[in-house]
């Protein structure tokens, strides 16, 4: 029994060893080398494409002579050391500067070193020079430019003092922050005729820690030709804030911490507290499990992941760590206080509890109330009785398919599917209200409008609306899933639409214009006013929009328009004739104002009077369509601009118009004007005045900023 203890502690120790060693170990990418002879190569570093972070991490293994010595890129550098806190030591070469007895000139050798991306580091590295008749200079133009030195004079070997370097025998100096290159250039006042024991000055940037000034170095330097200099590294261009924003590229990774670099560009990483290895890997920041290696606690220890936790045992009282108060038995005479203490403080949270369960309780029974006022005063009760009325003249097949494409959510259930409405998942705000983006339960992405406060006295009408609304199943209409009655304003959701408005992609810069081709600009245009046509025409009863504009106009992945957003539209009875309606809408969409520079319609319209159509069409519909095929499309355009609503094509008209454009442009025989007979043979009379389309329909005319005219039109336009 008593050799257990040891071995059990032994297995530990041999565990975390092997542990330690795998770690270190796994320190390179997989397939990649991590080590040069005895020198470890961690990632970022690698002997290779593919397993380097950058091609400036590229170092070179060089086996010959059973020896292995790695270098820095493709240079001669050697590199002694690689080091995760962002430290690499290379070899640098001493500088010397000699004379003979008579102080005619000997052997000379000024090193300089030229670094391309890691910075000679300012906080462990010196410049140093030996002699009793030395000044020695260091200066360098990559990187910051500086030039810096010292001097050093004695007249005796007895007044150097060992270790010190304060201008007796030797100097020192700092390196200055940034420096990715120096030159050192070594001088003597009297060539050394006068100090006998010291026949050559010498220079060098080494590494603090590594030199300690003797007098020996005064005569042959004790024969070192190489010292040992710090190198900074660290990953990026960028601060860490701007590295965050870029995930892809973020070097910095789980369980670890980015520092900016304070000696030039980028950043560095360090496991976070509590864990080791590499933060530049994947999982490469491992838990260090505290209990096992440090043993911090008095008697009860729990490793955590980052940290850990001690504690006492029944009985005792501390914070049970051997660095604060530790465990200590509790008398036994406090246990009698202790227990009246808990009993209290367990009546105490019984009181609190259910306080707090009737608080919950009553404010739940409230916002039910609230939620049913809601329902009931958007017209949730007589949109259930219209589904149901209509469900019920259903055949089985059909009452399926309604069940699945239209739903009545709940305020909780959109509240989910928004993150509570959270701004980050805004898609756009207009006139109308805020569509917000979110996901159902069942993982369906949705686009949800929130509308501004309305008219409550309109709520019959709203009803109508959306039940009219839900039945429509066209190709190029956002399909209406449900609505939430249970809020102060009804949510309605939709179809997702993945591709962004027209708007977006005809004006926003984030997306190119060119991604819109001629023919997906011609085939947009045909789709909504062939739907526009069909809501006109086929729609029972027939809708009319009102407020057709490129941001209500929706793209898919295919470029296919999806028209949306009718809260400005009309539904039209059946057996009336003539609707007259106040205009709606958004300016620059609708009837022209004065000023051209403040109205494309009117700025359209006139420059089709004065013949410049092709100064104002983008270059690219230009370069792609045929100058009569635009002309005859602007013809269309400008008849939908008319202000009397009789002079206007009907939807149904213009939908064949364009049509016709789009099978004229795939037919090879029109290819030249020669063929405009036959084009407008396709076409029709496109300049004539257009006259009652046969359908009823809405429209409105606006004739200047502040003045509103109401006029009834029929046909739809």
Same mark, same amino acid.
């Given at each position: 029994?008593?050799?257990?203890?040891?071995?059990?502690?032994?297995?530990?120790?041999?565990?975390?060893?092997?542990?330690?060693?795998?770690?270190?170990?796994?320190?390179?990418?997989?397939?990649?080398?991590?080590?040069?002879?005895?020198?470890?190569?961690?990632?970022?570093?690698?002997?290779?494409?593919?397993?380097?972070?950058?091609?400036?991490?590229?170092?070179?293994?060089? !086996?010959?002579?059973?020896?292995?010595?790695?270098?820095?890129?493709?240079?001669?550098?050697?590199?002694?050391?690689?080091?995760?806190?962002?430290?690499?030591?290379?070899?640098?070469?001493?500088?010397?500067?000699?004379?003979?007895?008579?102080?005619?000139?000997?052997?000379?050798?000024?090193?300089?070193?030229?670094?391309?991306?890691?910075?000679?580091?300012? /906080?462990?590295?010196?410049?140093? !020079?030996?002699?009793?008749?030395?000044?020695?200079?260091?200066?360098?133009?990559?990187?910051?430019?500086?030039?810096?030195?010292?001097?050093?004079?004695?007249?005796?070997?007895?007044?150097?003092?060992?270790?010190?370097?304060?201008?007796?025998?030797?100097?020192?100096?700092?390196?200055?922050?940034?420096?990715?290159?120096?030159?050192?250039?070594?001088?003597?006042?009297?060539?050394?005729?006068?100090?006998?024991?010291?026949?050559?000055?010498?220079?060098?940037?080494?590494?603090?820690?590594?030199?300690?000034?003797?007098?020996?170095?005064?005569?042959?330097?004790?024969?070192?030709?190489?010292?040992?200099?710090?190198?900074?590294?660290?990953?990026?261009?960028?601060?860490?804030?701007?590295?965050?924003?870029?995930?892809?590229?973020?070097?910095?990774?789980?369980?670890?911490?980015?520092?900016?670099?304070?000696?030039?560009?980028?950043?560095?990483?360090?496991?976070?507290?509590?864990?080791?290895?590499?933060?530049?890997?994947?999982?490469?920041? #491992?838990?260090?499990?505290?209990?096992?290696?440090?043993?911090?606690?008095?008697?009860?220890?729990?490793?955590?992941?980052?940290?850990?936790?001690?504690?006492?045992?029944?009985?005792? @009282?501390?914070?049970?760590?051997?660095?604060?108060?530790?465990?200590?038995?509790?008398?036994?005479?406090?246990?009698?206080?202790?227990?009246?203490?808990?009993?209290?403080?367990?009546?105490?949270?019984?009181?609190?509890?259910?306080?707090?369960?009737?608080?919950?309780?009553?404010?739940?029974?409230?916002?039910?109330?609230?939620?049913?006022?809601?329902?009931?005063?958007?017209?949730?009760?007589?949109?259930?009785?219209?589904?149901?009325?209509?469900?019920?003249?259903? #055949?089985?097949?059909?009452?399926?398919?309604?069940?699945?494409?239209?739903?009545?959510?709940?305020?909780?259930?959109?509240?989910?599917?928004?993150?509570?409405?959270?701004?980050?998942?805004?898609?756009?705000?207009?006139?109308?209200?805020?569509?917000?983006?979110?996901?159902?339960?069942?993982?369906?992405?949705?686009?949800?409008?929130?509308?501004?406060?309305?008219?409550?006295?309109?709520?019959? #009408?709203?009803?109508?609306?959306?039940?009219?609304?839900?039945?429509?199943?066209?190709?190029?209409?956002?399909?209406?899933?449900?609505?939430?009655?249970?809020?102060?304003?009804?949510?309605?959701?939709?179809?997702?639409?993945?591709?962004?408005?027209?708007?977006?992609?005809?004006?926003?810069?984030?997306?190119?214009?060119?991604?819109?081709?001629?023919?997906?600009?011609?085939?947009?245009?045909?789709?909504?006013?062939?739907?526009?046509?069909?809501?006109?025409?086929?729609?029972?009863?027939?809708?009319?929009?009102?407020?057709?504009?490129?941001?209500?106009?929706?793209?898919?992945?295919?470029?296919?328009?999806?028209?949306?957003?009718?809260? !400005?539209?009309?539904?039209?009875?059946?057996?009336?004739?003539?609707? /007259?309606?106040?205009?709606?809408?958004?300016?620059?969409?609708?009837?022209?104002?004065?000023?051209?520079?403040?109205?494309?319609? /009117?700025?359209?319209?006139?420059?089709?009077?004065?013949?410049?159509?092709?100064?104002?069409?983008?270059?690219?519909?230009?370069?792609?369509?045929?100058?009569?095929?635009?002309? @005859?499309?602007?013809?269309?355009?400008?008849?939908?601009?008319?202000?009397?609503?009789?002079?206007?094509?009907?939807?149904?008209?213009?939908?064949?118009?364009?049509?016709?454009?789009?099978?004229?442009?795939?037919?090879?025989?029109?290819?030249?004007?020669?063929?405009?007979?036959? /084009?407008?043979?396709?076409?029709? @009379?496109?300049?004539?005045?257009?006259?009652?389309?046969?359908?009823?329909?809405?429209?409105?005319?606006?004739?200047?900023?502040?003045?509103?005219?109401?006029?009834?039109?029929?046909?739809?336009?």
């Amino acid at each position: 029994m008593a050799m257990s203890l040891p071995l059990i502690v032994l297995q530990l120790v041999l565990a975390w060893l092997l542990g330690a060693a795998a770690m270190a170990a796994s320190q390179a990418l997989p397939g990649c080398e991590n080590r040069c002879g005895n020198i470890s190569i961690p990632y970022p570093f690698g002997t290779r494409e593919g397993c380097y972070i950058g091609s400036q991490f590229l170092v070179t293994c060089n !086996a010959s002579n059973n020896s292995s010595k790695l270098f820095l890129t493709l240079s001669t550098i050697e590199v002694t050391d690689i080091f995760l806190w962002g430290e690499l030591r290379i070899s640098s070469w001493i500088g010397y500067d000699c004379y003979n007895a008579q102080g005619g000139p000997g052997d000379y050798f000024y090193p300089w070193m030229n670094l391309n991306r890691f910075p000679i580091s300012n /906080t462990q590295n010196k410049f140093t !020079a030996v002699g009793c008749d030395t000044y020695a200079v260091v200066n360098g133009a990559r990187g910051r430019k500086y030039t810096t030195g010292c001097l050093s004079l004695c007249d005796s070997i007895d007044n150097v003092i060992n270790g010190s370097c304060s201008g007796i025998g030797c100097c020192q100096t700092s390196i200055p922050k940034e420096v990715r290159s120096f030159n050192i250039t070594i001088q003597s006042y009297d060539n050394h005729r006068s100090v006998p024991f010291n026949p050559c000055s010498y220079a060098f940037v080494a590494e603090e820690a590594a030199y300690n000034f003797s007098s020996l170095d005064l005569a042959n330097f004790q024969n070192r030709e190489k010292l040992p200099v710090i190198l900074d590294w660290s990953v990026g261009n960028e601060t860490c804030d701007e590295a965050r924003k870029n995930q892809t590229s973020y070097a910095c990774k789980e369980n670890s911490e980015c520092y900016n670099f304070d000696n030039g560009p980028g950043y560095r990483c360090n496991c976070s507290e509590g864990y080791e290895g590499n933060p530049y890997l994947s999982n490469g920041c #491992q838990d260090i499990d505290e209990c096992m290696i440090s043993s911090p606690c008095n008697m009860t220890c729990r490793n955590l992941p980052g940290t850990y936790n001690c504690s006492c045992p029944k009985g005792f @009282e501390g914070d049970g760590s051997k660095y604060g108060s530790g465990c200590r038995q509790i008398p036994s005479k406090r246990l009698p206080l202790v227990n009246i203490a808990l009993g209290i403080s367990i009546s105490m949270l019984v009181l609190l509890l259910g306080g707090s369960w009737l608080y919950w309780g009553f404010r739940h029974r409230k916002i039910i109330k609230l939620r049913e006022k809601f329902f009931e005063q958007n017209g949730g009760i007589m949109l259930q009785q219209q589904l149901s009325k209509r469900d019920g003249s259903l #055949q089985s097949s059909e009452r399926h398919e309604l069940v699945k494409s239209f739903e009545i959510f709940t305020e909780e259930c959109l509240k989910k599917a928004t993150n509570n409405y959270h701004e980050s998942r805004i898609l756009g705000q207009g006139g109308q209200g805020t569509v917000y983006k979110g996901i159902l339960q069942d993982g369906t992405i949705v686009a949800i409008k929130k509308s501004k406060i309305g008219d409550k006295s309109q709520v019959v #009408q709203f009803i109508n609306e959306i039940t009219t609304l839900s039945q429509i199943n066209h190709t190029n209409v956002v399909k209406l899933l449900g609505c939430c009655l249970e809020t102060q304003v009804p949510l309605l959701v939709y179809v997702f639409v993945t591709n962004g408005t027209l708007y977006d992609h005809l004006h926003t810069r984030s997306r190119s214009s060119a991604s819109l081709t001629w023919e997906n600009r011609l085939q947009i245009a045909i789709e909504t006013a062939g739907v526009l046509s069909y809501l006109h025409s086929a729609a029972d009863p027939p809708i009319i929009h009102r407020d057709i504009k490129s941001n209500n106009i929706l793209l898919d992945e295919n470029y296919t328009a999806k028209v949306s957003d009718f809260g !400005a539209s009309k539904l039209f009875p059946t057996d009336q004739t003539q609707l /007259t309606t106040l205009v709606q809408g958004t300016l620059g969409y609708l009837d022209p104002e004065p000023e051209k520079e403040r109205n494309l319609a /009117t700025y359209f319209v006139s420059s089709m009077k004065e013949d410049r159509l092709f100064e104002i069409v983008d270059e690219q519909v230009i370069n792609e369509g045929k100058a009569e095929q635009l002309k @005859e499309f602007a013809i269309v355009a400008k008849g939908c601009l008319e202000v009397k609503g009789d002079e206007r094509p009907t939807m149904n008209e213009i939908a064949m118009e364009l049509q016709g454009l789009k099978m004229v442009e795939k037919h090879q025989w029109v290819k030249d004007n020669n063929n405009l007979e036959e /084009t407008q043979s396709l076409l029709g @009379e496109l300049s004539v005045a257009y006259g009652d389309g046969g359908g009823t329909s809405i429209s409105a005319a606006y004739d200047s900023m502040t003045n509103h005219v109401i006029s009834p039109f029929d046909g739809g336009r």
